[in-house]
């Protein structure tokens, strides 16, 4: 009897790394129920040969090969070798690629072979253009760099970057034509809308986890100052351990612009006016007692605004101070 191999295509930013992370982290469970998750590039199933592209982020190496038909043996090896590995009580595989909707010619051949035996089910979601293309250009324009040169507005970003599904989608259902894509944008949870759907009901209770959620715009903002730094491309890595650590991966308690939070004169005047009669009480005690009374007629202000450039300047200070702290530690290190 054939295994199930379900082939979850993405497109991308709708929720596949999720997916996987739910899948690669819950695999000791869905094994225990009859699934392998393979992961992205079949890398949670060890192989004989140690191809280039087995690996979690194998899909370039792969892509890559320029001898398609080598690609394809190797491939089609791979899941003939894991098939015949599998202990029996293994029904299901799940193989979790994003990059595969966009590149259905790349695995054509693969597919083809391979349909002769698993029982293959193509699943994917569809997210509409304008939570897509918001959605992308905050991941690959500005918190992975993914180009060279400078940071590029939402504007040039998209210019030539056409929004085309349909043609991926076609060439998928071709292939599969029972093949199920969701509309993303009406699915309240993907994860658990994947799970419920598609996993026996035996093993839906496997954790669900998140991951790759995009960051809140303060994240966002530093990202993108920090990105401009480079012509080159940024990976989010190189900054991210900083965010989650200094927890600006979460959403921050929102606040008004500074300066705004201040009072203005009018405001100390129209206070002092209504705690008018307290104050006139105040003072014929202090003139009962020969004191001077408070002054009604010329409230107290002192103007506590600052410019961005004075708030720039201190924390200029404040980094220069901890360098310099920095470099005091490590100096005592080294002469210890």
Do not use: C
Not at 78 to 94: G, M
Not at 158 to 165: A, K, Q, S
Not at 186 to 196: P, T, W
């Amino acid at each position: 009897m054939k295994r199930k191999l379900i082939i979850h295509v993405g497109m991308g930013k709708t929720g596949s790394t999720s997916i996987q992370r739910t899948l690669r982290e819950g695999s000791h469970y869905l094994e225990e129920h009859g699934i392998k998750y393979l992961g992205l590039m079949l890398e949670q199933q060890p192989l004989s040969h140690a191809y280039a592209w087995h690996v979690d982020g194998g899909w370039p190496a792969f892509h890559g090969i320029t001898d398609r038909d080598e690609a394809t043996q190797q491939m089609v090896g791979a899941f003939v070798e894991l098939d015949e590995s599998l202990a029996p009580s293994i029904h299901t595989l799940i193989w979790s690629n994003e990059s595969l909707f966009d590149s259905f010619s790349v695995v054509a051949a693969v597919l083809d072979i391979i349909a002769t035996r698993f029982d293959i089910q193509v699943v994917g979601y569809i997210r509409s253009p304008d939570s897509w293309v918001l959605s992308a250009y905050m991941q690959w324009g500005i918190k992975h760099k993914s180009y060279v040169g400078a940071l590029k507005s939402f504007k040039e970003w998209t210019n030539g970057r056409p929004y085309l599904v349909m043609p991926m989608l076609n060439q998928w259902l071709q292939f599969d034509p029972g093949a199920a894509f969701y509309n993303f944008n009406s699915v309240s949870d993907v994860v658990r809308h994947f799970i419920d759907n598609h996993l026996p009901e035996s093993a839906r209770g496997v954790p669900v986890k998140r991951s790759n959620d995009t960051p809140p715009p303060v994240a966002q903002a530093l990202f993108a100052s920090y990105n401009s730094l480079s012509a080159a491309d940024v990976l989010p890595t190189e900054l991210m351990p900083l965010i989650r650590a200094a927890g600006l991966h979460k959403t921050m308690q929102p606040m008004s612009e500074y300066n705004e939070l201040l009072p203005s004169e009018d405001d100390i005047a129209e206070y002092l006016s209504h705690n008018k009669n307290e104050v006139e009480a105040i003072n014929r005690y202090f003139e009962a007692t020969g004191q001077r009374g408070f002054d009604l007629l010329n409230p107290r202000y002192k103007d506590y605004s600052v410019t961005q450039q004075d708030v720039n300047r201190a924390l200029l200070k404040l980094v220069v101070y901890l360098w310099r702290e920095v470099n005091s530690l490590k100096a005592s290190r080294t002469d210890q």
